[in-house]
């Protein structure tokens, strides 16, 4: 019997991608550009300093409803039926969202419409007019989804456990309710796009087959020049607080699944100890080989959805771990995912394991980035949220450094479950076991 051939040694993945180049505009607008001429496509993204944790008080939700409304709302120069009708001619799309931390606004075009696709997005950038019809409408959407936010309780036992972490008062973890919503004028809209939608406050990305540099920037310049406007200035966002202790909160309700979430403190942004804290999590629960998915979901059968993973914040971020599960199985998949826990903080793992752990990260961050619009955005991503220039080009290698020691010492400190907060929405009378076995109990109705 004859033998395989063999094979040469695989070397360690080597991840040098191109800078791409970094200008401002005349107003102080930063730009991230990368020329690619594979396709005749362009695309942007701009990146605005505001986010849903800059609401005011009282009007939770005005940050995303003023960013939905300027893609749906209309413009000094469009109206929302021309500028539909328009995007559809020039097969070009335009977008506009707002998450916790930060707006963005897309924009995809050919080559060959760039100019007519690039009027359109500005405009909707620096002159949106918030139709008072489609504001009405909107916020009558925006109800509808509030109406439905509990529909899916493994989405909302996530929502609520972040509440409940951080507290319902605090930006982090607070959510639109209908009378915020409502409270919601026009001019509330209007002043909150004069707030935060300035050069001075973006950082914008592009990719694309667009020319030059040179060309494109003028381009830029062009249709954004006139623009003026330095950076927001925001109230502070109070310190996090986090109770010590372990607690328990239950949400009734008649599911055919349990869910359970786990949330621990995590990291400030910028704190070196991300990089073991993720291999930590990766070893945890970051796939089907992950310990969770091996123990809960494999070997116990208990849960066919189990994972952790961790979030930086620019005071105290989290680790979240989350199972789903049969009713009368809730006390058993609860006491195991604490157990992997805190397994992860009792001893180290094995050079294997880490090694395993570590290459999956790495090879899964190389693959983040297929085009170069993905590598411009994230540079443009990370500029946004405080990170050194070099902070990509050197993350796989500060990866593959971490030992199993630097894994233990980062689990030790953040991932054992004394202090966790656990949240359960199901049914109580169909578990196995009284949570009050893994502390003390918060009954929270769902609304």
């Known amino acids: 019997m004859s033998l395989p051939p063999g094979l040469p040694a695989i070397g360690a993945v080597s991840f040098a991608p191109p800078r791409g180049r970094r200008a401002v505009l005349s107003n102080g607008l930063t730009v991230h550009l990368m020329k690619d ?42 109206t929302p039926e021309d500028m539909d009708r328009r995007l559809e001619l020039l097969a070009a799309s335009v977008d506009s969202n707002m998450g916790v931390e930060e707006g963005r606004a897309d924009l995809t075009a050919l080559t060959r419409d760039l100019d007519a696709a690039l009027d359109i997005y500005a405009d909707m950038l620096m002159r949106p007019v918030f139709d008072p019809e489609k504001v009405k409408s909107k916020i009558a959407e925006s109800l509808e989804v509030l109406r439905r936010r509990n529909d899916d309780p493994g989405r909302a036992s996530v929502r609520e456990a972040l509440r409940a972490f951080y507290g319902a008062g605090h930006p982090y973890g607070w959510r639109s309710e ?46 954004f020049g006139g623009w003026k406007g330095g950076p927001a200035e925001f109230r502070p966002i109070p310190p996090v607080t986090i109770p010590a202790g372990r607690r328990v909160v239950h949400i009734q309700k008649d599911a055919q699944q349990a869910s359970i979430v786990l949330v621990l403190k995590g990291l400030r942004r910028h704190d070196p100890l991300e990089y073991p804290l993720t291999v930590a999590n990766e070893i945890l629960g970051g796939g089907l080989s ?19 993973y961790s979030a930086k914040k620019p005071d105290r971020g989290y680790t979240l ?46 693959f983040r980035f297929p085009t170069a619009f993905d590598l411009i955005a994230e540079r443009a991503a990370f500029e946004y949220y405080g990170y050194p220039a070099d902070y990509l080009d050197g993350y796989a290698a500060n990866i593959s450094a971490v030992g199993p020691a ?14 966790a907060l656990l949240l359960v929405i199901g049914d109580a009378a169909k578990f196995d076991r009284p949570l009050s076995d893994f502390g003390p109990v918060t009954e929270q109705a769902e609304d």
């Open 178 to 223: 209908p009378a915020t919503l409502r409270a919601i004028t026009r001019e509330d809209l209007q002043a909150c796009h004069a707030d935060h939608y300035r050069p001075g406050n973006i950082i914008l990305a592009a990719a694309g087959d667009f020319g030059t540099e040179e060309e494109m920037l003028s381009r830029l310049e062009d249709k």
């Open 290 to 308: 992950s310990r969770l998915a091996s123990e809960i979901r494999s070997r116990r059968g208990l849960a066919y959805t189990v994972y952790s």
């Open 37 to 78: 001429a594979t396709l005749p496509v362009v695309h942007l993204t701009a990146f605005i300093r505001a986010g849903k944790m800059h609401d005011p008080a009282g009007r939770t939700g005005l940050g995303e409803l003023t960013a939905r409304l300027l893609r749906d709302g209309g413009t000094a120069n469009y």
């Open 406 to 419: 630097e894994v233990l010492a980062a689990s030790r400190r953040l991932l054992d479950p004394a202090d």
């Open 321 to 366: 771990g989350f199972c789903g599960t049969a009713p009368n199985t809730a006390g058993r998949a609860t006491e195991e995912l604490l157990r992997q826990f805190a397994l992860m903080a009792a001893a180290e793992p094995g050079a294997e394991e880490t090694a395993l752990a570590r290459d999956a990260i790495v090879n899964s961050f190389v």
